[in-house]
């Protein structure tokens, strides 16, 4: 396992010793684990400790680390230069892959990460609605813009920040948070704001308080409510996007969003964020309109080459996804199981291939139910987890994920590392 060592040099040169705040470990405790390579379902770290991952780069890696084809196609377009600053055939070739597979998207921009995509999103929404407001819900984070760093999830909940200095209050005072999942404060607050609000965004399955599915009616009603107001509606599926088959969560429910925030997956493990939507709003964007938005890297050729051989072997698994999603309930059951013989209580939310083990007894709907769980508790087990060889998140308010490269050995012995924690838990 990592030394004191690793983080201790990191912490002279890195600013808290880490690049994203949840790798830190301080909802854990501990040291962070340091690592070196990833093949598969696996990740080792710098002492060569073998991890079965259901972190998976907090997504990305659908079809494990290192996929074969995916390492070729970078390799490849690196030989060939790794940015131009110019338009590329891949590009066209990714954007066309995405607008084939979700109905919504009519038109594409690429950007960098899905912080960039959703802090374009509400820029365009703005810029087209001429409208300042914008609705976002509680603990559905959407990246760390200003404007959407209102009672975000993620690392926000894990280290119990509400906000962050350096927001500006008004800033602020054009984002209203509402609870997930509860219509009655979305109607009363387009009742009261409806034609100031330019646009609602929302992760329509939540990954960043923990997984937590909508429930029945929230998004249909949602839809419906932003439709009759000529509000824009803007779903956040950079983690949700082509994880449970090949599209997006939308295509699944049958809902058609005006805007929508891809990420994660469309990169295949490189930094990469996408925006796409109705061509009549996405044409505002400079060139053809008059809202800006730019990147240097945005379209890279590495991060598009990498996310292109991902797409195209999802498209050929496309049948394949009930078999993941079946792995992930098998493990699932097996766990609650393992608690129930213990007498731990716990509540498995899980979603397709994403779940999270909340330390309480449930139902979680929202983020109010999320945060009774017992994080002392869940740190015990993750600490306990990881001697037996297994990578969760070191939050309880993350999603783990499953990836086509995890086996039934790996559930097996994943059941099994729980069931050691448990007996010194």
């Known amino acids: 396992m990592s030394t004191k060592k690793d983080f201790a040099l990191a912490n002279k040169f890195i600013a808290g010793g880490v690049n994203s705040p949840v790798r830190a470990w301080h909802a854990v405790g501990g040291n962070p684990l340091f690592v070196r390579r990833a093949k598969g379902s696996k990740i080792y770290d710098t002492s060569g400790k073998k991890y079965i991952d259901y972190v998976l780069s ?55 990460s ?3 995509a959703a802090m374009t999103a509400i820029r365009l929404a703005r810029g087209f609605t001429g409208k300042k407001i914008v609705v976002k819900f509680d603990g559905c984070y959407h990246g760390h813009a200003d404007s959407l760093l209102v009672k975000a999830g993620s690392g926000v909940t894990t280290l119990g ?4 200095p350096g927001v500006p209050e008004e800033t602020a005072h054009l984002t209203l948070s509402l609870p997930y999942n509860d219509l009655a404060s979305l109607r009363d607050a387009i009742t009261k704001y409806g034609s100031e609000i ?14 937590v599915a909508p429930r029945e009616g929230f998004l249909e009603t949602l839809r419906q409510l932003t439709a009759n107001e000529n509000i824009l509606l803007i779903f956040d599926e950079v983690i949700t996007g082509f994880r449970f088959h090949f599209g997006g969560y939308q295509n699944l429910i049958d809902i058609k969003p005006d805007l929508t ?17 109705k061509k009549e709003i996405m044409e505002r964007f400079a060139p053809k309109g008059d809202v800006y938005q730019a990147g ?83 740190a015990r087990f993750f600490h306990g ?11 309880q308010f993350e999603s783990l994920f499953f990836s086509f490269a995890h086996s039934q050995t790996d559930i097996s012995a994943t059941l099994d590392a729980c069931k050691k924690t448990l007996k010194k838990l």
């Not at 987890?385 to 939050?395: D, F, N």
Request: proline share 5%; net charge positive; charged share 15%.
């Open 385 to 395: 987890m990881l001697k037996q060889g297994v990578w969760l998140a070191p939050s």
């Open 261 to 277: 925030c891809l990420g994660k997956i469309i990169g295949g493990g490189l930094p990469v964020g996408a925006l796409g939507g």
């Open 114 to 116: 899905g912080t960039e």
């Open 296 to 378: 240097t890297l945005s379209g890279n050729p590495l991060a598009i080459s990498a996310g292109l051989a991902t797409l195209r072997l999802l498209k050929k698994k496309a049948a394949d996804y009930s078999a993941l999603e079946r792995k992930a309930q098998n493990l699932c059951a097996g766990l609650e199981n393992l608690f129930k013989e213990k007498g731990v209580r716990v509540c498995i939310n899980r979603v397709h291939s994403m779940f999270t083990v909340f330390f309480q007894e449930g139902p979680v709907g929202d983020l109010v139910s999320a945060q009774k769980s017992d994080t002392r508790l869940f």
């Open 161 to 164: 920040i509400p906000g962050s």
């Open 58 to 112: 907090w997504g990305p890696m659908i079809l494990g680390h290192a996929h074969p084809q995916v390492i070729d196609a970078v390799v490849k377009t690196a030989r060939h230069g790794t940015s131009f600053g110019a338009p590329t055939e891949a590009e066209t070739q990714m954007a066309q892959l995405i607008c084939g597979a979700i109905p919504s998207i009519e038109l594409i921009r690429m950007t960098n």
């Open 198 to 211: 330019a646009a609602v965004i929302v992760e329509p399955v939540t990954g960043n308080m923990g997984v």
